[in-house]
């Protein structure tokens, strides 16, 4: 089958097409078809050598996919070949995305729901996994919360504007001003110019703040949470000097690191088939230009997911 | 630490009791220090390389754990430094539950029910989950159902009988006849003596059939079940013959192969919790004495769990 890997770790030219031997689902895993993989910034993280999650090279890269449940190994009940699905597998473990086939543990997988294709799809586990992690296991948002997301017009914070407005939230988000139609139309009921008005000081009385934007945003995060509300950041998960001025002043921290579950993942896919939640892709490329996918979300430029086809 | 490891696949005597470095818990996850570490007939299978699950040794064989949270990675919000929890990390790949500390990711973690000790709770993750993904995932269960378990006084039936009865199932079981006060204790509606009554002549109109026996138990199983009902097989998962004289018959065939999911060791919490399940420990060894442990897993002659204490 046709894979992306790399032998060393190095600037996105290392990515090469190759051919690699279809992996052999294990008893309770399933084999899928690959119609189209996430491009996330932890995957350049982990190529670049930055972030040596998965031990040495050569390794194949990639967690989000989305395609065809191709076999399921007996045992298996939860799909059937044929099935649509879409998952994470194995994070932070090798997962192996950017490949035709990759093999799944069937309770890592969702249902594909017909209100997004392969593309969107494969957008979704990640980034949707982490603003739902966020604000649904973490933070327990409910209806009539303030909730303040930095970087709505990003590739979690696009999800979780619309995952918070979902529950019921009031949404307020920081977006340049040429993003705030789009968080908008994502259900965003305040949209913040984070370049011409200083968040820290406009905003107030919030229950939670999820930060996707990281630098200064977790400190200047706590006058705008009201006594006792939550920073959840995706971002600066290890601060301890971060928690400890958030937790001085009476305020909550939470770090969060996304993690595989199908429950996640079947409550995204209910809310896609609800028109509740869409992924919005930027850019699709086909495998082979995996390297060019990297130079894209390393310019940290691009608006809208970025997604290999297969 | 210490851990229990091999050189070799061999009969029990080459299992050993090493010092390995206490693993490094990747984000996500969670370190628990093991305080009781449950022994199953595929442990057995894999030690001998009857079923060379996890590759070649040296390994450290083991899913089901029960402990304390030593350390949380930050970034993981599920659990804190001394909560008690219980799962089957990894299965089917190496788990590492044989040893003094073990990494997991903390969704495949639950809560320990202050209900079970330690040794309990080790005892119930892989028979456990195998029972409620038999029973309430794939066979979907409801109150009234006639539900016919075979091997009602083993590891699997044992607890399956139970969670049967919590969803309001009419449960028979097939056990031999010293133990019927054991199953009836559990709940069990009716014991069938399979020494002395042929269960496929004296059972009709079930709606579900649980094998965790194995043998000619699934082909006689056939006329038991009403037309429509459905046969699952925790044994003969890859038998073809047996799926298609099920389904010839016009009764259903499901295989099943157990999984990791904290969705349902939350659930089997709860009903452990609520005093509706139970698992029963027959024998409780020091790690040591790993060998010991296996030569009885192997001899399929005990009386409940088998449960290696740290």
């Known amino acids: 089958m046709r894979a992306i890997t790399q032998k060393s770790f190095g600037d996105p030219h290392v990515l090469d097409v190759t051919d690699l031997p279809r992996p052999e689902p294990l008893p309770s895993e399933v084999l899928v078809r690959v119609h189209a993989a996430g491009v ?11 972030f040596p999650l998965i031990g040495q090279p050569p390794f194949v890269l990639g967690w989000d996919i989305s395609g065809v449940v191709e076999e ?25 995305g950017y490949a035709e086939y990759v093999a799944v543990p069937s309770r890592q997988l969702a249902r594909k729901p017909a209100a997004l ?3 969107q799809a494969a957008a979704l586990p990640l980034a949707g996994l982490t603003a739902w992690q966020s604000l649904v296991d973490t933070a327990r948002i409910e209806p009539g919360r303030r909730v303040l997301i930095h970087g709505g017009g990003g590739g979690v914070g696009h999800l979780a504007v619309q995952i918070a407005k979902a529950h019921g939230a009031h949404v307020i988000t920081t ?3 040429d993003k705030h139609d789009f968080v908008r139309g994502l259900g965003a009921d305040e949209a913040v110019d984070y370049r011409s008005t200083d968040f820290s000081e406009a905003v107030r009385d919030v229950d939670v703040v999820l930060d996707t934007v990281g630098g200064d945003y977790g400190r200047r995060s706590i006058p705008v949470l009201r006594p006792g509300g939550q920073l959840v950041t995706a971002v600066d998960r290890t601060d301890t000097a971060l928690r400890a001025a958030v937790e001085s002043a009476g305020r909550r921290f939470a770090g969060i690191t996304v993690e595989p ?13 609800a028109a509740r939640l869409t992924p919005h892709v930027g850019h699709a490329l086909p495998l082979a230009d995996a390297a060019e996918a990297h130079v894209l979300v390393e310019s940290g430029r691009t608006r809208g997911k970025i997604v290999l086809t297969l």
Chains 1, 2 share one sequence.
């Not at 910034?41 to 930055?50: K, L």
């Not at 579950?261 to 088939?273: C, N, P």
Request: no cysteine; aromatic share 8%; proline share 9%.
């Open 40 to 50: 996330n910034p932890i995957d350049a993280a982990v190529r670049s050598g930055a």
């Open 261 to 273: 579950d199908h429950v996640g993942l079947e409550a995204l896919a209910d809310l896609a088939a």
């Open 175 to 177: 977006a340049r001003a």
């Open 72 to 96: 399921v190994v007996p045992g298996v009940n939860r799909f059937r070949p044929g099935d649509e699905v879409f998952g994470m597998p194995f994070f932070p473990r090798a997962g192996s």
């Open 117 to 119: 294709d392969h593309l």
